[in-house]
């Protein structure tokens, strides 16, 4: 700054009334008019944001979603135990087109457990399809109209939720379509095929599952696979589904159908449904 000499300004100032200024207050203002104006840089203190807590694995919540999970895998294996005809019996039921003539093959150990293992498959696709909308909704945060927040026992829930619906809806459209275009015992041939895809899928997924949920390191690759099992599950029961129903050049107009209609939409819409659900309540 530099040094003002205030001794050459000999004219009085004045006040807004008229009054003459005191010496010590004018020298004191024309310093301060004088002076050259200091620019410069200020720099503050960032504000540090403290990271939201990450949820508590062993919270109550998660306690259950494991101890159902673990319950089923139980039963699915007591089931299971010194039967490996069972699960002939569910590969049979994926590609097999032939209609049965003994009636002893469909017996009702084999059905309940195919059922066990599509209630399995239910829930492994629901902690899957919580993983995806976490992952999903985390890279399009900051331009999201919508926020999930990461509670991962009731979005669990809801995800099982929306999969058992998703599940049933689709077995009742194979029943309706199965009737419509064919008769009852190919009708439900196709619908034994689906449960037995899913059946043999949850044997992939289910591990992918629980090790989505241990760890979180691993959730893109291990969602990854997860969608190539089940992407194959569904081209290896569409497979059986156009050996059943193509029987003339027309069916693949049907079929085209079929593909929009039943397999694909309905599982975007799912996904759909559920991010909305998660978003309103959580």
């Keep these: 700054m530099k040094k003002i000499n205030t001794d050459s300004i000999t004219a009085p100032l004045y006040n807004s009334a008229g009054l003459p200024v005191p010496p010590a207050l004018a020298d004191s203002l024309l310093t301060d008019s004088l002076a050259e104006p200091v620019y410069g ?86 902690v899957l399809l919580w993983q995806t909308v976490m992952l999903d909704v985390g890279d399009v945060a900051a331009g999201a109209s919508f926020s999930i927040p990461d509670r991962p026992a009731p979005g669990i829930a809801i995800c099982v939720g929306m999969m058992g619906v998703y599940a049933l809806m689709l077995c009742i459209a194979y029943w309706v379509i199965g009737f419509v275009f064919t008769d009852r015992e190919r009708a439900r041939m196709w619908l034994k095929g689906a449960g037995a895809s899913q059946g043999l899928e949850v044997m992939f997924l289910l591990p992918l599952a629980a090790l989505s949920l241990s760890y979180e390191p691993w959730v893109p690759v291990l969602l990854e696979i997860g969608a190539a099992v089940f992407i194959l599950g569904k081209i290896i029961f569409i497979y059986k589904g156009f050996r059943i129903f193509f029987t003339q050049i027309s069916s693949w107009m049907l079929f085209l159908y079929y593909l929009c209609s039943v397999e694909i939409v309905p599982l975007i819409l799912t996904y759909l449904a559920t991010l909305q659900l998660c978003s309103v309540l959580l």
């Design 41 to 126: 840089l200020v720099i503050e203190n960032p504000v540090v944001r403290e990271p939201a807590p990450s949820p508590d694995p062993n919270s109550p919540g998660m306690s259950i979603i494991w101890l159902v999970i673990v319950g089923l895998f139980c039963a699915v294996a007591l089931k299971f135990k010194n039967n490996v005809k069972y699960l002939k019996a569910v590969i049979s039921d994926l590609t097999d087109v032939r209609v049965r003539q003994n009636a002893f093959d469909d017996t009702v150990k084999e059905t309940s457990f195919l059922v066990m293992l599509n209630v399995l498959w239910v829930c492994a696709c629901g």
